[in-house]
């Protein structure tokens, strides 16, 4: 069955180390999407992507990045990851258009110490 | 710049009764979708119902509905026949030219 997957499910790092989640779906959907979750905010957009080699910017995008090298993948990376992005992290994903059901991974919790 | 409030941090609701839960939105946009999504424990996010904004005609899933009322923004969620399964965060999101702006949740908890 098709699906989307993130790895890990739970990171543990240090302040100033680089993160990278990954994101992988195999329904071959043109769009995919990173939110983080936080307690009393709920999910906020982070980075997305409408294809291969886009990539735009979301509402929390600071601190975060993403690249599009194929369709199935959309990692993100913490370049020099910081307390306030412990957080929960959710993936998802959809064929084209905004009438398509959006697809969410399980999650994965970091920790940032 | 869009928003989505839910301005019930959290609801009960009895066994097999039915609750209404709150959503009003701002967006300048006029052709945008409307979401409600169920979080459960386990955290999955799952999809409850989606509106059209172009629609005058309520959605409706199973024992899920809406109430979008286009001029005054609002868009509730009914739950009728409440189940223990119902218990959950729910999430209500809107998206026009922009992806999905969700509000803060609001945690249900079903009593038996």
């Known amino acids: 069955d098709a699906e989307i997957t993130q790895s890990p499910r739970h990171k543990i790092t240090e302040t100033g180390r680089q993160v990278t989640l990954a994101c992988h779906q195999t329904?071959?959907?043109?769009?995919m999407f990173w939110y983080r979750q936080d307690l009393g905010h709920g999910l906020r957009l982070i980075h997305y992507?409408?294809?291969?080699?886009?990539?735009n910017k979301g509402e929390v995008s600071d601190g975060y990045s993403v690249s599009r090298s194929n369709t199935e993948d959309l990692p993100l990376t913490l370049e020099s990851a910081a307390s306030s992005q412990t957080s929960v992290y959710f993936c998802?994903?959809?064929?084209?258009?905004?009438?398509?059901?959006?697809?969410f991974g399980p999650g994965t919790r970091l920790t940032v110490l | 710049a869009q928003t989505v409030t839910q301005s019930q941090p959290e609801m009960s609701v009895q066994e097999a009764e039915t609750v209404t839960l709150s959503c009003t939105y701002d967006?300048?946009?006029?052709?945008?979708?409307l979401f409600w999504y169920k979080q459960p424990p386990s955290r999955q996010m799952i999809l409850v119902i989606r509106?059209?904004?172009?629609?005058?005609q309520n959605a409706t899933e199973n024992r899920f509905s809406v109430n979008f009322q286009k001029a005054a923004k609002s868009f509730s969620l009914k739950i009728s026949d409440s189940q223990l399964g119902d218990a959950a965060m729910y999430f209500c999101?809107?998206?026009?030219?922009?992806?999905?702006?969700f509000g803060k949740g609001t945690r249900l908890s079903v009593i038996a």
């Open positions: 992507s409408y294809g291969v080699q886009d990539t």
């Open positions: 999101a809107l998206e026009g030219n922009t992806p999905l702006v």
């Open positions: 998802a994903s959809r064929e084209t258009e905004t009438t398509d059901t959006q697809y």
């Open positions: 509106q059209e904004a172009y629609k005058q």
């Open positions: 967006t300048s946009e006029s052709d945008y979708y």
């Open positions: 329904w071959n959907h043109n769009n």
